[in-house]
């Protein structure tokens, strides 16, 4: 889970360009550091002149710093910035983890998808979550393993997780899976994602059936 975003400096950005943003990098001030590597990413590909900055970022000893930095570089960076975010997959911060993970799920980048599986079952219930739903977006050998094991997991989280993963992943062969889970599950919620999840395979599912009927 994120934690609370810290109070934000007066730092107006209205006429600044984003190499003034990059210079007010080397701040002593870690509030005002947090603010600015905020706006960069919300910039996007905008602000690739500061990757080399953000990337930086992710080694500062407040894990504030390295947080924002994370989900800055998925904003910015592209799949060649994969590695340098997979270090932080065992940073001591369960928030920063979080968010490392969301970050390489944006970026889509499949090379990441081991490192993941690696780290699933050790990992805190919320990380847990996040994982599932990251690698629906990566995709990759033991995904959909993990995802249906997970489907009758004990906790309704990674039930949920599960579910939402499968309807990132797109694979049509899910859908019987799915149609239990909504069918079946004691949980509303974990029951409302597995409906969210068949409508959003509805168009592949459908194609699967009429190959099955054939």
Known sequence: MSPSPPSEPNTSTDNESIEELIQQLTAEDSATRCHIIKTLGRLGPEATNALPSIRKALNDPDFKIRLEAAIALGFIGTKDDTHYLLPLLDDEEEAVRFQTISAIAF??????????????????????????RALGHLGGDGVYDLLQRELTANHPTLRTGAVVGFGFLGDPSACTLLQEVAEKDPNRIVTHEARIAILQLQDSCNLDA?????
């Open 107 to 132: 970026l889509r980048d499949s090379h990441a998808t081991p490192e993941l599986l690696k780290r699933y079952d050790q990992e805190t219930l919320h990380v847990k979550d996040q994982i599932l």
């Open 210 to 214: 009429k190959k099955i009927k054939k």
